[in-house]
T-cell receptor, first 113, second 110 residues
């Protein structure tokens, strides 16, 4: 049973560029949530996708956008990168019915120079 | 706005000793998680606490939840070096929108 997978594992970008991160949920899960974890801090909720729509959103600017595909995989896009966007980006998957237990992927570490 | 506070933020323990990490939260929630994170790694789920009075134990770790006090504890018994990590609690009142504490970095020394 494959767990949550994310790609790429590491990424280096420069200010102003755009980046796309990818996530495949755990088998049987249909909901994907994205979190940003800055160094030394707890993860911060970015948004959640279910049925290919954004369902909940945290306090992140519109530069952060996402998408969910029919196979439940998801992308996180960040435009006009800032130095402060450097962080570990975590994807978590869950099932909308019942348990809501989240399983986290290994993360993508983004460095903005 | 939901707030989750953990204390202490840093904890240095000797092997064999006991200690408790506290997690307070500001809004009613029917679900509280505890996670472990090793340096440079992702989050590993330790416990899911679903109701008032819930207690779960795994090895040297035991977690409890008091929803009336909006308090969860993670108790460490007879600490060993392998428990050194950062521990997060997270509250999830909105089905997948978890709010995390700042984490407790635990160092267990011989």
């Amino acid at each position: 049973d494959a767990g949550v997978t994310q790609s790429p594992t590491h990424l280096i970008k420069t200010r102003g560029q755009q980046v796309t991160l990818r996530c495949s949920p755990k088998s049987g899960h249909d909901t994907v949530s994205w979190y940003q974890q800055a160094l030394g801090q707890g993860p911060q909720f970015i948004f959640q996708y279910y049925e290919e729509e954004e369902r909940q959103r945290g306090n992140f600017p519109d530069r952060f956008s996402g998408h969910q595909f029919p196979n439940y995989s998801s992308e996180l896009n960040v435009n006009a990168l800032l130095l402060g966007d450097s962080a570990l980006y975590l994807c978590a998957s869950s099932h909308r019915s019942g348990k809501r237990t989240q399983y986290f992927g290994p993360g993508t570490r983004l460095l903005v120079l | 706005e939901l707030k989750v506070e953990q204390n202490p933020l840093f904890l240095s323990m000797q092997e064999g000793k006991n200690y408790t990490i506290y997690c307070n939260y500001s809004t009613t929630s029917d679900r509280l998680y505890w996670y472990r994170q090793d340096p440079g790694k992702s989050l590993e789920s330790l416990f899911v606490l679903l109701s008032n009075g819930a207690v779960k134990q795994e090895g040297r770790l035991m977690a409890s939840l008091d929803t009336k006090a909006r308090l969860s504890t993670l108790h460490i018994t007879a600490a060993v070096h392998d428990l050194s990590a950062t521990y997060f609690c997270a509250v999830d009142p909105n089905a997948g929108k978890s709010t995390f504490g700042d984490g407790t970095t635990l160092t267990v020394k011989p």
